[in-house]
Structures are given as C-alpha cells and as structure tokens.
C-alpha cells in the first residue's frame, strides 16, 4: 500500500524549488531589461553631446570670423581717420600708439587656435574699447580742422567774404560727398584684404645629405623659412595675390636676399616702406591658401629680425626670429 503522507513532502520541495527559479528567471529578465535601457540612454546622451560640442566650436568659429570682419572695419576708419590729420600734437600721437596697440592684442586673441568663449567675450570687449577710442581721436581731428578752418575763414573774410562763403559751401559739400564715396570704397577695399595666421620663422641648416634642420645659431644657419596661412575672405577675390615682405636685420637695416625683388611701395595711410621682396600666392576665398618661402644670405648677424607682411596696401602679419 502506497503511503500518502510521505509523498506530500517531496511534492511541497519540488514545488518550491520551480518557484525560487521562476523568481531568478524573472530577475534576470528585469536587470537585462535595465542594461539594454541603460546602453540605449547612454548611447544617446553621448550622441547629444557630441552634437552640443560641434556646435559650440560652429558658434565659436562664426563668432570668430564675425569679430576679425568688425576689426577690419575699424581698422579701415582709424586708417582713413588718420588721412584727414592736419595738425599734429602729442595728444593725437598718444592716442595713435595705444590704438595701434589694442588692435595687436586683438589681432592676437583672434588668431589663436582653439579659442575659447572667454577670449571671444575678451576681444568682443576690446574691440568695442577700440571703436571709443577712435571716436575720440576723431572728435580730436575734427577740433584741429574746426581751428585750421576759422583761421582760413579770418583771412578769407577780409577780401570778399559773401563769394568766400558761398565757394567754402560748395567746396564743403562736394568734399563730404568725396568723402562718403571714398569711406564706401575704402570699406570694400578694406574688406577683402587678407588676414594671416599660423606665422613661423625658422633657421634652418643643410647638411650636406641636403637634410635641413632648425637652429637658431647665426653662425651655421644656411636660409630662413617664413610660413604663414593666408585665411579665408569671402569678400576677396579667388585670384593671384601679391604680399610684399619687409625684413628688418639686427642693425635696423631691410634686408636685401639672394634673387629677391627689393622696392618701394606706399601704404593707404600714405606712407612709403621699403620691402625685401614680392611673393605671389595662388589665393581661393574659400579655403584660403598656405604661403611658405625661403631667404638665402650670404651672412646672418646675431640679433633680431622682424618681418613684415603686407598686403592690399596694409601691414596684415609681423612676427620675429633672434639668431644667437
């Protein structure tokens, strides 16, 4: 006879034992449930943030380009503003200097790879400062020709003063139309002059394997490399440009190099430098285009050399290399 009461145990184990499996069965299925969820969310908070990133450095690039246009313009009014000086005083030469200062250590902040929103909110500042300060060297210029005005206006006066007036009027009015068309053609111009980056002067020594290699030692350099980027100007043409070098030896002299084109050239300010040579540089507005030459001497003093670059009738790069 088959007893009951000891088959009722095995059948409560067995029991038992299906339900602790259904319950890790039902676990697992819970914690791979939240690991796939956590792969999804992760995976597009990273995608997000990628997406967050190239679109700060595209702010941060357009913000760039935005700024170095509005220096181009101001540099365009202080350099125009400066043509109309008739009078010469030490407040006017002051002011001149310091403002030719800021621009460099905005050109500077702009020029900078990797730049960041504070550097922008930094030069974005300045530019504004220096936008000021030639308001007021304006004011300034305005009050010498206000005084150079009333002392022509005396003498005038006394010979016939109705036809002198009327002549002064004409005069006046056809000049500030002069003006307005040469400040709308000055900011055309103004805009399309290049801007440079990325500026590196090396010496360099060739073995006689014809390896070059960089120094700095006077005494055993061979040639000096000059490197720079040309940027991109959608207000320029995609054509050929010329840039004119000026190289500035140790002792203040330009320097003059073996099968270079050494002359004369006037800036739009007016005044006349002397350059060490003529480069021509196949430009595209787009993409801009990469400069590199190379000057061979017969002797390289120790010292410092500063070299100017110009272009479109402005000094747009300067960078220099001591010889030890």
């Given at each position: 006879?088959?007893?009951y009461?000891?088959?009722?145990?095995?059948?409560?184990?067995?029991?038992?034992?299906?339900?602790?499996?259904?319950?890790?069965?039902a676990?697992?299925a819970?914690?791979l449930?939240?690991?796939v969820?956590?792969?999804?969310?992760?995976?597009?908070?990273?995608?997000?943030?990628s997406?967050?990133?190239?679109g700060?450095?595209?702010?941060?690039?357009r913000s760039?380009?935005?700024?170095?246009?509005?220096l181009?313009i101001?540099?365009?009014?202080?350099?125009?503003?400066?043509?109309?000086?008739?009078?010469?005083?030490?407040?006017l030469?002051?002011?001149d200097?310091m403002i030719?200062?800021?621009?460099?250590?905005?050109?500077?902040?702009?020029n900078?790879e990797?730049?960041?929103?504070?550097?922008?909110?930094?030069?974005?500042r300045?530019?504004?400062?220096?936008?000021?300060?030639i308001?007021?060297?304006?004011e300034?210029?305005v009050?010498?020709?206000?005084?150079?005005?009333k002392?022509t206006?005396?003498?005038t006066?006394l010979?016939?003063?109705?036809?002198?007036l009327?002549?002064?009027?004409?005069?006046?009015e056809?000049d500030?139309n002069?003006?307005k068309?040469?400040k709308?053609?000055?900011?055309?111009?103004?805009?399309?002059?290049?801007?440079?980056?990325?500026?590196?002067?090396?010496?360099?020594v060739?073995?006689s394997?014809?390896?070059?290699?960089?120094?700095?030692?006077?005494?055993r350099?061979?040639k000096?490399?000059?490197?720079?980027?040309?940027?991109?100007n959608?207000?320029?043409?995609s054509?050929?440009k010329?840039?004119y070098v000026?190289?500035y030896?140790?002792?203040?002299e330009v320097?003059?190099?073996?099968?270079?084109?050494?002359?004369?050239?006037?800036l739009?300010?007016?005044?006349?430098i002397?350059?060490?040579?003529?480069?021509n540089?196949?430009?595209?507005?787009m993409?801009?285009a990469?400069?590199k030459?190379?000057w061979?001497?017969?002797?390289f003093?120790?010292?410092?050399?500063?070299?100017?670059?110009?272009q479109?009738?402005y000094?747009?790069?300067?960078?220099?290399?001591?010889?030890?």
């Amino acid at each position: 006879m088959t007893d009951y009461k000891n088959l009722e145990p095995t059948n409560n184990s067995k029991h038992k034992k299906d339900f602790i499996k259904n319950i890790i069965i039902a676990t697992l299925a819970v914690c791979l449930l939240l690991a796939v969820f956590y792969i999804v969310y992760t995976e597009e908070a990273n995608s997000k943030n990628s997406v967050e990133m190239q679109g700060n450095i595209n702010d941060l690039e357009r913000s760039r380009e935005i700024l170095k246009q509005e220096l181009r313009i101001v540099r365009a009014d202080f350099d125009d503003a400066k043509t109309r000086v008739v009078k010469r005083d030490s407040s006017l030469g002051y002011q001149d200097r310091m403002i030719l200062e800021k621009q460099k250590e905005i050109q500077s902040i702009l020029n900078k790879e990797g730049i960041t929103s504070d550097e922008l909110q930094r030069a974005k500042r300045l530019i504004a400062s220096l936008q000021a300060d030639i308001k007021v060297f304006k004011e300034e210029i305005v009050r010498l020709k206000d005084e150079n005005l009333k002392l022509t206006n005396k003498n005038t006066a006394l010979a016939s003063e109705n036809s002198n007036l009327s002549d002064q009027k004409k005069t006046v009015e056809s000049d500030l139309n002069q003006e307005k068309e040469n400040k709308n053609n000055l900011i055309k111009e103004t805009n399309s002059t290049l801007s440079i980056s990325n500026y590196s002067i090396k010496g360099l020594v060739v073995k006689s394997s014809g390896r070059e290699v960089e120094t700095n030692r006077a005494r055993r350099i061979d040639k000096v490399r000059v490197t720079f980027d040309l940027d991109k100007n959608l207000n320029a043409t995609s054509e050929n440009k010329e840039l004119y070098v000026t190289v500035y030896k140790p002792n203040g002299e330009v320097g003059k190099f073996v099968g270079a084109h050494s002359g004369d050239i006037t800036l739009r300010s007016g005044s006349a430098i002397r350059y060490s040579d003529r480069v021509n540089v196949n430009y595209n507005n787009m993409s801009g285009a990469r400069v590199k030459f190379d000057w061979v001497d017969y002797e390289f003093p120790k010292g410092e050399y500063k070299i100017d670059i110009y272009q479109n009738g402005y000094k747009v790069g300067q960078n220099t290399i001591t010889l030890k």
